[in-house]
Nanobody, 124 residues
Framework: QVQLVESGGGLVQAGGSLRLSCAAS????????MAWFRRAPGKEREFVAA????????DYSDSVKGRFTISRDNAKNTVYLQMDSLKPEDTAVYFC?????????????????WGQGTQVTVST
């Protein structure tokens, strides 16, 4: 069992930066692929970024590619999302998710573990 707790959300002006953190409990964190999803008001939860258990593979949605960076520190049981050049359309609740399985996945249904989310608001 893995428990995930996000932090680092807040209010920022367009063009600014935020760094989200997701702290995981459990001894098997280093074997889990991890991802960030987000849910904007009135929209479905969507994929943002994912990183493999070793950190060797990373991928991003087209809407954040080149602006966001996902990383992890397995020694600290933590995954990060560095968000730069933020836009008002990045406003959403951001969720950390983890999965233990084969293959790199983008579908939220493939992730077994979820945090409660952290609010990111980007003002104009």
């Amino acid at each position: 069992q893995v428990q995930l707790v996000e932090s680092g959300g807040g209010l920022v002006q367009a063009g600014g930066s935020l760094r989200l953190s997701c702290a995981a409990s459990g001894r098997t964190f280093s074997s889990y692929d991890m991802a960030w999803f987000r849910r904007a008001p009135g929209k479905e939860r969507e994929f943002v970024a994912a990183i493999s258990w070793s950190g060797a593979r990373r991928d991003y949605s087209d809407s954040v590619k080149g602006r966001f960076t996902i990383s992890r520190d397995n020694a600290k049981n933590t995954v990060y999302l560095q968000m730069d050049s933020l836009k008002p359309e990045d406003t959403a609740v951001y969720f950390c998710a983890g999965r233990n399985g084969i293959g790199f996945k983008y579908d939220r249904a493939e992730y077994q573990y979820w945090g409660q989310g952290t609010q990111v608001t980007v003002s104009t």
